[in-house]
């Protein structure tokens, strides 16, 4: 049996921000369970709801010197679809109404949880073959493991791996106070390790140090190689890219199956969508106060509002696409322009713009449910989840053509009949609106080839499964055999 830990800061259903957590909840349901123990590990946050909070049972506790003095670390655990968690306590660190709050406290508290994470190891007797970090939230653990976790046996042959969901996230401050955060020596603090333009970088140190890194995928993993995309780190992946490698991102097709969605009003399939879908969008226009007009294109956006989402894109044309017989739904929390922006708009387009600042796993649902589009106009994206959800909802792409947006919307070309979405090239405002304009065209004056598009994007497999192989092939080729 091969044996393989995920660290990182949030899983769902516990505690999610991002795609991250759906990826680290949902993936490790998916390996090969005759061959691999695959479990998870994630800081026990106050803000985890308190019904799950209750389920977590106590398996033990130590004390551990960091910063000078001797912090608990309790180890509490769950089973759940048959994955075990863990969860690392400490009240101290992970208390707060958010994972993520202040820069500074976040590098102490994710340095301790590195510390904590592979101390916990021995105390619950899991001996991991490769400890799979992601983000940089957990960069420090592919350096300890080279450094103070190498000396005893236990540690010796631990592998790591480390998947970059979002390289603009890195965890820096200056080497003296990343240095006195992470305890490591002076040797570390060098460019070709852990410092990057006279900063201290814990993400820098996860991808020098790590055995294999990945990214979410083909298509991020060449951008990040340059300039644009590289996030001042595009050198390093240039000189590691032997060992970097793109693996696309799935989605958990349980919990997204337009077949058996508890959350949405009106079920349906590949064969039942061109008469049922249609009730979702009556049920959320009323829910919403829209328009009650079966025919109007309606276009969705869930998203966090920032600047990587191409808000800025959607903000310079939006009279120009309210404009349009269309109705806009928007559902996401974020910065606060983006989200005065869209209030705004409701505002003055009410009835026709539905700007719902707040986060909602059921609004959610019903939007990829009930709109015709799914608007997604990165500015950057590694693999994104969300045009993955709508495609398996039959709610047709609009993306710009960047990491894995452009791997997974195939644009749809009318001579060929091909194409699961609709795409542009440049991060372009103008460039955006003859697209939307474009898809409206084909909604309203082609809808037999509209729906032709939705057959063949739910019949795309966005599942894990082709995913999940070559994870468990890097694995394999990690451990040796
Ligand atoms: P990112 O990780 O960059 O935020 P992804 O597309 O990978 O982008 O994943 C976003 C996930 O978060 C999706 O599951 C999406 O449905 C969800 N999401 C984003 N904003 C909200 C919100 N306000 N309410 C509910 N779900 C949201
Ligand atoms: C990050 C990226 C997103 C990706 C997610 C899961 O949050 O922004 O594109 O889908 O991680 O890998």
Redesign the pocket.
């Known amino acids: 049996m091969k044996k393989i830990l995920f660290v990182a800061s949030e899983a769902v259903p516990f505690i999610k921000t ?3 957590a ?2 680290v909840g949902s993936l490790p349901k998916c390996f090969d369970k005759r061959y691999y123990d695959v479990r998870i590990m994630i800081p026990k946050y106050l803000c985890i709801k308190q019904e799950w909070r209750d389920k977590l049972t106590y398996v033990d506790h130590f004390y551990m010197d960091y910063l000078g003095e001797s912090r608990y670390v309790g180890i509490l655990t769950y089973v759940l679809d048959g994955i075990t968690y863990y969860f690392i306590d400490n009240e101290s660190y992970f208390n707060g109404p958010k994972p993520y709050g202040d820069w500074l406290y976040d590098l102490e508290k994710f340095s301790f949880f590195c510390n904590a994470a592979l101390s916990a190891l021995p105390v619950i007797g899991f001996q991991p073959d490769v400890v799979h970090c992601h983000d940089w939230q957990t960069g420090l653990i592919p350096v300890y493991l080279k450094d103070r976790f190498r000396g005893g046996e236990f540690f010796r042959n631990m592998k790591s791996v480390i998947t970059i ?2 390289l603009k996230f890195q965890g820096v401050w200056d080497v003296k106070t990343i240095q006195r955060l992470t305890g490591l020596s002076d040797y570390y603090f060098a460019p070709d390790k852990l410092e990057a333009y006279k900063d201290g970088n814990l993400l820098k140190g996860g991808i020098v140090f790590a055995d294999a890194i990945t990214t ?1 995928s083909d298509t991020y993993a060449e951008e990040i190689k340059m300039p644009f995309y590289g996030e001042g780190l595009d050198g390093l992946m240039r000189a590691r890219s032997n060992s970097l490698r793109g693996i696309v ?1 799935g989605i958990d097709y349980q919990e997204f199956n337009p077949a058996t969605d508890p959350l949405i009003a009106q079920n349906y399939d590949a064969r039942t969508f061109r008469k049922e879908k249609i009730k979702n969008k009556r049920a959320l226009q009323a829910e919403l106060g829209l328009e009650q007009d079966d025919r109007k294109m309606m276009i969705g956006i869930v998203s966090r509002l920032t600047d ?1 989402k191409g808000l800025d894109l959607i903000q310079c044309v939006m009279d120009d696409i309210c404009s349009d017989n269309i109705q806009l739904v928007v559902l996401g929390t974020g910065e606060e322009r983006y989200e005065n922006m869209f209030r705004y708009y409701d505002w003055k387009y009410h009835g026709k713009v539905s700007a719902n600042i707040y986060y909602s796993e059921a609004v959610s649902h019903k939007i990829y449910a009930a709109c015709d589009a799914f608007l997604m106009p990165s500015l950057f ?5 969300s045009q993955l959800m709508a495609l398996r909802y039959g709610t047709v792409p609009i993306v710009r053509e960047t ?2 947006l452009k791997d997974t919307v195939q644009p749809y070309n009318e001579f060929e009949g091909t194409g699961t979405g609709f795409s542009f090239a440049n991060y372009n405002a103008h460039e955006m609106l003859g697209t939307i304009r474009y898809a409206e065209h084909i909604y309203y004056d082609k809808k037999r080839e509209w729906n032709k598009i939705i057959d063949r994007a739910m019949a795309k497999d966005y599942s894990w499964n082709a995913s999940a192989l070559k994870y468990q092939e890097l694995y394999d080729w990690l451990i040796g055999y």
Do not use: S
Request: net charge negative; charged share 10%.
């Open positions: 991002g795609g991250l759906d990826v969901h979002n979410v991102n990587q994206e590694p693999c994104g989840l990491g894995g």
